[in-house]
């Protein structure tokens, strides 16, 4: 259980920890429904017929791709392999060697301005690691199928197209008019759509690219063409205009495979991890229930900037739910995950400035089904004014304003004991508690930026109405998450159970309330997997990794009493490293610990090189160089690294004296050069600049280094 039961601080450490779990996605195979729809063998001249005749433009206009069928039977697609089904809402077939990314992504990379990523399909896996990166692409091709949930009144296709690109925040140059054009459902019938092509930056993702060509299929959600469509579906093929002539037949075969499902409402992203359920109004109040081992995602659209508040209500006292809100640009506003079985999960006030569409993603810790009460209101002004009412087993997410305070008051019984524990993002919080009759109670401001404050085992004189005050130290603001429990065991006793190397295993027996630090030194880019294991079955395992600075970075606790935890991390910098780790009630008990680790590859030290200086070198497969310089304080310098072939993608580091990783540049495409214009060295001493090769393969370079 990832709770919030670490009620104690460790060299004045406190972090609640939050623990998503994964699963691998399993494509379903399902044929595609015959039609008495006439498949024609397609040609590379082939183009579609359109519904209606339209006018001649004055600028010109790039023919039509071939329209989709609901059969293709063609020999061409014998070999073809079938992405996504009727449980995502949308489908399509790829040759055999293109590459199905969808599985892939996790919710908030599915999300974006456009709509809801269903399917994502590459040509290649140099294509689909630049594309999730977010690196310019020089040659391949990609395929997305989304799910849009626009408000677009106009039932005519060119004109709704037309209003859909009016809507987005991309520079992007259309190519030619919207034209009408049709897709199929899997019963056969058309569905109605209409298609542009576009030349700009990438539509999904971020680069800095601005020459990618983007046809782009849009697709209304009923047959009836009613008016006031709010979900549609939208493919986007993509290439860089240097090969867009070279793809363009292939994938205008593919488009011809587009298939639309139900999209309305209650189909699923990520190949079944996340059921998309439907959209959420300004102020609503819906039902729900999860799947064993699936999410269920909500939406909604704000067009100016908006105060959210969500409470999420468990309708069965044995479920541990949880609640995370993702921007229209992937990022996490809030997760809520700290309340225990059966706590209401809420966060109040969360400041929304995105214009754009918001996903709601509804989990159950331990992956049980179960149903739910979702609501949401969304207003101009935040709605608590600053606090407001809460019980105890509950936990408040909120967004403490600059200068101000969150006052939260809750009604208990005389000689009741409670927990309180909260915990900022990254402002150093105050934390009071008044009795009924505004006696302080107790006081905390004991961490520093970013610590929790906790209040373990208090017990309460009174019965009556409490107050708990939220203050900042120095008057800044920022998210924080409050937790009010009953009762109050903590953990307060830290044992030094010694250290570990890579490759070894050790046991030890908690007592009581203990936890054990285990300490090892690793370097930049060790992948390291820790494996606590009980040897009493009673015991339920949790296990922290922090980093020199005593910072947490990661924490895992998912499975049940008995069963073991693994904990996998890649290094960010060399130096000691802490695993912590107990029993989350606190029980006494026998364990095993094991280190593992795939080192990184150490960089090959190549030579010294002077300012002014301009050096030739290549690497081999997977080769990482590193040339080293004297540099003193307070120097500005200026790197220039630029690739021998149209091929590599190089990426440089500047590392200082004690090895730390201190500056990183990979901001170009293939083929240019990445460069430093002027960075101020720090201290004295031998630098290095760490030269490498995005993808592993091997490539030539000229370095050059200067003093600005």
Aim: charged share 15%; with cysteine; glycine share 10%.
């Amino acid at each position: 259980m990832a709770k919030s039961g670490w009620s104690c601080v460790l060299l004045g450490i406190m972090v609640t920890a939050v623990v998503a779990c994964s699963k691998p996605a399993i494509e379903e195979d399902r044929d595609f429904t015959a039609t008495d729809e006439p498949v024609i063998p397609l040609s590379e001249d082939q183009a579609a017929v359109p519904l209606n005749n339209t006018p001649t433009q004055s600028k010109p206009t790039i023919p039509p791709p071939p329209s989709p069928t609901a059969a293709p039977t063609s020999s061409l697609f014998a070999t073809w392999q079938q992405a996504g089904n009727e449980a995502t809402g949308l489908q399509m077939l790829a040759p055999p060697e293109w590459i199905n990314l969808s599985g892939q992504l996790d919710t908030p990379a599915t999300a974006n301005e456009l709509g809801l990523i269903v399917l994502l399909l590459s040509d290649s896996e140099r294509t689909g690691e630049s594309l999730l990166s977010g690196k310019s692409l020089s040659s391949g091709a990609y395929v997305a199928g989304l799910i849009s949930h626009h408000n677009l009144p106009l039932n005519t296709p060119p004109a709704t197209l037309t209003h859909y690109l009016s809507q987005l925040n991309k520079n992007v140059t259309p190519l030619n008019e919207p034209m009408p054009i049709t897709a199929f459902t899997s019963s056969g019938n058309r569905i109605t759509g209409a298609y542009v092509d576009v030349l700009g930056e990438p539509l999904l993702f971020t680069s800095s690219q601005t020459d990618l060509q983007t046809r782009i299929l849009l697709f209304t959600s009923t047959l009836a063409g009613a008016v006031d469509q709010n979900t549609q579906a939208v493919f986007l093929l993509s290439a860089p205009t240097a090969v867009w002539q070279e793809m363009e037949p292939m994938l205008a075969q593919m488009a011809r495979t587009f298939v639309v499902h139900n999209i309305v409402g209650d189909y699923t992203i990520r190949d079944g991890a996340a059921n998309v359920i439907g959209g959420l109004g300004s102020t609503d109040l819906v039902e729900g229930n999860l799947e064993r081992g699936v999410k269920d995602v909500w939406t909604f659209t704000i067009e100016a900037q908006r105060y959210a508040s969500l409470t999420l209500s468990p309708q069965m006292a044995s479920l541990d739910l949880t609640m995370a809100l993702l921007s229209p640009l992937g990022q996490t506003v809030v997760q809520v995950d700290n309340g225990y079985a059966g706590d209401v999960e809420t966060a109040v006030d969360q400041l929304l400035l995105e214009k754009g569409l918001y996903i709601v993603e509804i989990g159950e810790f331990f992956n049980e089904p179960g149903g739910y009460t979702l609501s949401l209101i969304l207003t101009e002004q935040p709605l608590y004014g600053g606090g407001g009412n809460m019980r105890i087993g509950q936990t408040i997410q909120g967004d403490l304003p600059p200068g101000g305070q969150h006052v939260w008051q809750f009604t208990a019984a005389a000689n009741e004991t409670i927990s309180v524990v909260l915990d900022p993002a990254n402002f150093d919080v105050m934390l009071t508690v008044y009795a009924p009759d505004g006696r302080n109670l107790i006081e905390l401001d004991e961490g520093f930026s970013g610590d929790a404050e906790v209040v373990a085992g208090l017990t309460l004189p009174v019965a009556g109405d409490y107050t708990i005050l939220v203050r900042s130290f120095a008057g800044d603001g920022g998210s924080y998450s409050l937790s009010l429990g009953q009762g109050g065991e903590t953990t307060l006793n830290f044992y030094d159970a010694g250290d570990l190397a890579y490759g070894q295993t050790r046991q030890e027996t908690l007592q009581e309330n203990e936890a054990h630090a285990w300490f090892f030194n690793g370097h930049t880019g060790d992948e390291i997997m820790a494996q606590v294991t009980p040897l009493d079955n009673h015991l339920d395992l949790d296990m922290w990794l922090l980093n020199p600075a005593t910072e947490r970075l990661t924490a895992v606790d998912e499975l049940l009493a008995g069963q073991p935890e693994y904990l996998a991390y890649t290094l960010p910098q060399d130096g000691q490293y802490l695993l912590l780790v107990r029993d989350f009630f606190g029980e006494p008990g026998s364990y095993e610990i094991n280190l593992t680790a795939v080192p990184a590859s150490a960089p090959v030290v190549v030579g010294m090189l002077a300012y002014g200086n301009t050096v030739q070198g290549a690497l081999t497969p997977q080769q990482s160089v590193i040339w080293q310089f004297d540099g003193r304080q307070g120097q500005a310098i200026a790197i220039l690294l630029q690739p021998g072939t149209s091929q590599a993608d190089l990426r440089l580091t500047l590392v200082d004296p004690a090895g730390n990783r201190i500056l990183e540049v990979d901001q170009a495409g293939t083929g240019l050069p990445e460069q430093v214009i002027a960075h101020t060295l720090t201290v004295d001493g031998q630098w290095g600049i760490l030269v490498e090769e995005f993808f592993g393969e091997p490539a030539g370079y000229t370095l050059t280094l200067n003093k600005q």
